[in-house]
């Protein structure tokens, strides 16, 4: 389980990682990226993805692999929100997050240089 501290919870917060972040696509899911202090995980799962032991079973996979990505050392706040095809591609999706995760850290991490 991801601990209460890296988890976002409210939903201001994950209204400004939405509309200031960054946007990474990829065929399953679609990442948001925002710098912040301290990294911080939110999910968005709808019921599009499919029904509960499906959108339970992304969320899970989703959970686990940002365990693996989430990096103090580069602290931006993540919103990972499924697409309808994500119940059913299963090696993709981690695929999919982990090469979303990375194009977003090195968009932020440019942002950061630039505004330097």
């Known amino acids: 389980m991801l601990p209460r501290h890296l988890r976002l919870r409210h939903s201001a917060d994950f ?58 050392g580069s602290p931006f706040d993540v919103v990972v929100r499924a697409l309808p095809g994500a119940a059913t591609a299963h090696g993709e999706l981690v695929a999919d997050l982990a090469s979303a995760w990375e194009e977003a850290a090195a968009l932020e991490s440019a942002r950061e240089v630039i505004s330097v």
């Open 15 to 72: 209204v400004t990682v939405l509309r200031r972040g960054r946007k990474v696509a990829r065929p399953t899911l679609i990442l948001y990226a925002h710098r912040s202090q301290h990294p911080h995980f939110g999910l968005v799962v709808s019921k599009q993805v499919g029904p509960a032991v499906d959108r339970n079973r992304v969320k899970r996979q989703l959970r686990h692999q940002a365990m693996l990505l989430i990096d103090p």
